[in-house]
């Protein structure tokens, strides 16, 4: 059996509640990526193309930085990596995170939050940051409201 690691990002408390669940459903342990500068609301304004979050998913170079780099990733074979998807994809903050740790030989499983859009191109674009992955599994979008059980079967149905 291998050992999993859920390890998430979350702006507004949506995704943390998702991998909280997750991370108990399946006995998971847990860490959160955390900005060394939070996020305000008037950050993740996307319709105000001035907001911190708007800056810097306009730039594909962007990488906020990070909190900590203390994710003991060598010690997991799973890592389950959740965020919420802004304008289609990951926030860059994900980048900066797979970009911060050695991934060689991992498995990385996505699974985001979303008030409305899909995973789009996400792990086209999260790919570049962590080379030497072993496998990528593209998860799902996943409710704030799923149930330990929802969450028990999407584990089971990724196979992982």
Request: hydrophobic share 35%.
């Amino acid at each position: 059996m291998s050992k999993k690691l859920i390890a998430y990002f979350s702006a507004s408390g949506t995704t943390r509640k998702v991998a909280k669940n997750l991370s108990e459903a399946i006995g998971a342990d847990i860490y959160e990526i955390k900005p060394a500068i939070p996020y305000k609301g008037a950050d993740l304004n996307w319709n105000n193309s001035q907001s911190r979050s708007s800056i810097e998913m306009n730039d594909k170079n962007s990488r906020p930085e990070l909190a900590d780099k203390d994710a003991k990733i060598s010690d997991y074979d799973v890592i389950y990596i959740g965020f919420p998807i802004w304008w289609y994809v990951a926030p860059h903050i994900i980048n900066t995170f797979l970009e911060s740790y050695d991934f060689s030989g991992k498995t990385i499983v996505i699974f985001a939050t979303s008030g409305g859009s899909g995973l789009g191109n996400t792990i086209a674009e999260l790919k570049p940051s962590a080379p030497n992955v072993a496998k990528w599994i593209e998860g799902k979008i996943l409710s704030g409201r799923s149930s330990k059980d929802e969450l028990k079967k999407f584990n089971e149905s990724i196979g992982v």
